[in-house]
């Protein structure tokens, strides 16, 4: 994923995401079931196609679209039921317990 750096939005009901410098970055945060750092974006903003939000695993580059931002926030967490990398690292660190 590219790196846009952040610019002024001029319409005034749409809020601007750029958390880190990063353009339509809302957060990134580290997923606690696999470690991995997941963001959520505002698609338009971040220049990514799909829905208006995206939850993506910054780590292996996966993504998943939502309709809303609370459903983003909702999927942050479980990179391991959308990222298929996320998935098999939690499958090996579900046998090793």
């Given at each position: 994923m590219s790196v846009a750096k952040c610019q002024?939005?001029?319409?005034p009901s749409t809020r601007e995401y750029c958390h880190g410098g990063v353009q339509g970055c809302?957060?990134?945060r580290r997923a606690?079931?696999?470690?991995?750092?997941i963001g959520v974006y505002r698609c338009e903003q971040a220049?990514?196609?799909g829905d208006e939000w995206a939850t993506?695993?910054?780590d292996h580059g996966r993504m998943m679209t939502h309709t809303t931002?609370?459903?983003a926030h909702?999927?942050?967490p479980m990179p391991e039921q959308w990222c298929a990398d996320c998935r098999a690292h939690f499958k090996r660190k579900q046998g090793a317990l």
């Open positions: 002024r939005n001029h319409r809302v957060i990134v606690q079931s696999t470690r991995a750092h220049g990514l196609v993506v695993c910054e931002l609370a459903d909702y999927h942050a």
